[in-house]
């Protein structure tokens, strides 16, 4: 009997017209190791969540055909499978690193003498070095992403007891949001889980060259449903590579159709869009994240920020964005950004305290500074795409025929237009971000501050957000990506800012 059986599965969400998969057939044997691959939105974190057991039930949407584990609904196999979700902060229940490390287990019946050495042995597994007490809120993006992992190795039971694993470990995009030594020591910790075959692993990723070396065979999702190729890695790049990578899927040696920017474009002399002197950058007085830092944005230029994951990148860019207070030290945007006094308040202001984004209001901040967060979800306030574009072009007052003219534009740029009226957080994760993306662009700010612009990306999709970053260039916008992505930094690098390097 095979592990998993899929025979005509789909699977449609409440409210959604159109199947997130359906007319699946597939077969994965125990001990077998898959890369499930496919364009964005071709149901991939929905397949892994249904082998999790956890899509819900017949309020949640409309299931078809039979998907089973060990000839049983997923439902009905609960701790089976570790699920490593594409949101990591979804999947953090408790406040402190070694309490939600141990959640899993404790669920799963594990002896409470064997939990704690499960919970240290995962947490070094996946290179977490904090302390189990260290707050999760606390935690970099990267850093969650490598807890959420640990929890699903610490349920499968590693080293520490071979005998009481799940046997199914699902990873939707584990590596995404990672700095290259810690995609090393996720890539090896999830090696050594599976390396005796005891556990069956199915991970989507589209960093595919770092699990090749890994896994057994190539799945790929079509867009239309069902299977669209199946077979050892080599024999399927092989015979449909370029139709794959037609398709959005990122092929392993197939360039990229795209060029980086003419160094001439760069005008690095030009005057600072945002300068931070003497910065003190954190959540919480007295815990700073780093201290006495000098920065500079140049304007019209495409300035990325690098670092390792918890050096404070998501930190900067926020404080720099005005939506954090800098804990020492002052921000300053150049003079044609700075706003005239909107309010009593800041007529009270001097010039140099008007200068720092923090001190301007919402409204303000939507036609200079654009921020796009690191986990989309965090940005979405309304029940549809179409009036999450609209949102902040209502707020800026208007009218109606234009706010639909430049959403219409924006859905078609952005290829969300079939998805016009679907709730955002039912989006899969590479649409909802083009989605966060979009509602930062309504407004045309002079300055865009992108968190991992690319994370969950197809490869048409990213070639479609790098070639609109590029325009907004073209256009004299200033743009700040912080990405760990190598193919944007070398496109759009124009500018680097690396964390690791400053003192």
Not at 64 to 83: E, F, K, Q, S, Y
Not at 196 to 225: K, P, Q, Y
Not at 369 to 374: A, D, E, I, M, R
Request: glycine fraction near 12%; aromatic fraction near 4%.
């Amino acid at each position: 009997m095979s592990l998993i059986a899929a025979q005509g599965w789909g699977w449609r969400y409440a409210g959604r017209p159109a199947w997130a998969v359906r007319d699946l057939d597939l077969a994965i044997e125990p001990g077998e190791r898959v890369l499930l691959l496919g364009s964005s939105g071709a149901g991939k974190s929905t397949l892994l969540a249904a082998l999790a057991g956890v899509l819900g039930g017949a309020d949640e949407g409309t299931e078809a055909g039979r998907l089973l584990i060990d000839g049983r609904h997923p439902t009905r196999r609960v701790g089976r499978a570790g699920l490593v979700q594409q949101d990591p902060a979804s999947q953090i229940v408790l406040a402190r690193v070694g309490d939600d490390v141990a959640f899993g287990p404790e669920n799963l019946g594990v002896p409470r003498e064997a939990i704690w050495p499960r919970v240290r042995h995962a947490l070094d597994e996946v290179g977490l070095r904090v302390g189990l007490d260290r707050p999760t809120e606390q935690l970099s993006g990267g850093q969650q992403q490598r807890l959420v992992l640990a929890g699903a190795l610490a349920m499968q039971g590693g080293a520490i007891d071979a005998t009481r694993r799940p046997g199914l470990l699902l990873l939707d995009e584990p590596t995404a949001n990672l700095d290259p030594d810690g995609v090393a020591e996720v890539r090896a910790a999830v090696g050594r889980i599976v390396e005796n075959r005891a556990t069956t692993l199915v991970v989507v990723e589209h960093r595919v060259e770092v699990w090749l070396d890994l896994i057994d065979r190539v799945v790929v999702l079509g867009t239309d449903g069902g299977v669209a190729a199946d077979g050892p890695p080599k024999q399927v790049f092989a015979a449909h590579g370029r139709e794959l990578a037609d398709a959005g899927v990122w092929v392993p040696g197939v360039p990229l159709p795209l060029a980086p920017r003419a160094a001439a474009t760069a005008r690095h002399d030009a005057a600072p869009a945002l300068r931070g002197t003497g910065l003190t950058i954190g959540y919480r007085p007295g815990e700073p994240v780093r201290e006495h830092m000098d920065v500079t944005i140049p304007a019209g230029v495409s300035t990325v920020v690098t670092g390792p994951n918890g050096a404070g990148k998501s930190t900067l860019a926020l404080t720099l964005a005005g939506l954090l207070p800098a804990l020492a030290g002052r921000v300053e945007a150049g003079p044609a950004l700075v706003p005239p006094p909107a309010n009593r308040r800041q007529r009270r202001l001097s010039p140099a305290a008007l200068a720092d984004p923090h001190a301007w209001t919402s409204a303000q901040l939507l036609t200079r500074l654009g921020t796009v967060f690191q986990e989309p979800d965090h940005q979405f306030v309304t029940a549809s795409v179409r009036e999450e574009l609209a949102v902040g072009l209502r707020a800026l007052r208007w009218d109606a025929g234009a706010v639909d003219t430049r959403v219409d534009e924006l859905l078609d740029r952005l290829h969300l237009g079939a998805l016009a009226g679907v709730n955002p957080f039912t989006l899969s994760g590479g649409e909802k971000r083009r989605l966060s993306v979009g509602t930062v662009l309504a407004a045309g700010p002079s300055v865009i501050i992108l968190d991992e612009p690319t994370f969950g990306q197809d490869r048409t999709t990213w070639c479609d957000l790098v070639r609109l970053i590029a325009s907004l260039l073209d256009e004299g916008r200033t743009v700040v990506s912080v990405t760990h992505d190598r193919a944007f930094l070398a496109l759009l690098g124009e500018h680097r800012l690396d964390l690791e390097a400053l003192p």
